[in-house]
């Protein structure tokens, strides 16, 4: 999940270098940094996790950021969608 999370931040960027409108692609620049913060933060929860083994504590930060994730994301695309508009 993280990984894909690392695809929506280079259809971001490369989305925001193509759009003219400089507000939305600064919003779209913005959102696809966030992504890659909690992006890569995932990842490293998920590789603690891997080694730490199963508890409840770790599996509710995962399912965290996860959800963290998925927020990002949908706002990527919100801005992507924004930039495309206009």
Known sequence: ???DGQVVVK???ILAKHCLDQ?????LLRAAEHTQSVSSQLGIVA??????????ASSELLLSNVQNLVRAVQHVLRAAEAACVK
Request: proline share 0%.
């Open 23 to 27: 507000r939305c692609s600064t919003e």
């Open 11 to 13: 259809f971001g960027n």
């Open 47 to 56: 590789r603690v996790k891997a080694v730490t083994g199963e508890s409840k």
């Open 1 to 3: 999940i993280a990984s």
